[in-house]
């Protein structure tokens, strides 16, 4: 929190409601915010968002007016900070997004894609074990890079007829970095 620097009485937004941002919340709370705003196209969130501290929900679906302009009539103003974790990659409704590495933040990312739309999401790691956990997350797809014989994003570009729409590639590996890259329709 001291790169927010979040003061007490402070107005706190929060796009998103996923697992992270809950987190975030808490912290805005603990940190004397008097008000934290969670803004979630699913409604149902709210009530566990309560147990971090969001004291009111928006569900952008609900109003005819941009979020923005929501949240300066909510506020009589605006909001002190926000933290955004929506539209920075713009993934669009419908598309495939791939996500190398399953840890923590990645699942994150996993829930932003699911959240904006994604049809499908892929995840890629070399441990089995987080396959289950990351369905709770929104990953639809499994791949082991060890259960094939060819490059992994050879077997991305092959399982999704032509390339992914969107791939994070969240590992801090560069032949990872490359791979993310090209499993990318061109």
């Known amino acids: 929190w001291n790169t927010a620097k979040v003061e007490a009485r402070s107005i706190v937004a929060i796009f998103g409601l996923g697992t992270v941002r809950l987190t975030v919340a808490e912290g805005a709370k603990t940190a004397g915010a008097s008000r934290v705003i969670g803004i979630d196209i ?7 968002a309560k147990d971090f501290g969001v004291t009111e929900f928006v569900n952008p679906k ?9 949240l300066v009539d909510m506020t009589d103003g605006g909001v ?15 598309s495939i997004v791939a996500i190398f590495g399953l840890g923590t933040v990645r699942l994150a990312v996993a829930e932003g894609a699911k959240t904006a739309g994604a049809s499908c999401v892929i995840g890629i ?40 729409d ?9 032949s990872m970095m490359r791979a993310a890259l090209e499993c990318c329709h061109k």
């Open 42 to 48: 699913d409604s149902k969130k709210f009530e566990t």
């Open 166 to 174: 969107y791939s994070f590639e969240c590992i801090g590996n560069v």
């Open 80 to 94: 002190d900070y926000s933290f955004e974790f929506w539209n920075t990659a713009k993934v669009e409704a419908g």
């Open 62 to 70: 609900d109003h005819d007016k941009p979020i923005q302009q929501v």
């Open 125 to 164: 790691d070399i441990d089995s074990k987080k396959f289950e956990t990351a369905k709770d997350f929104g990953v639809t797809e499994f791949v082991n890079p060890k259960d094939h014989d060819k490059p992994i994003q050879q077997v991305l570009v092959d399982m999704t007829d032509g390339g992914v």
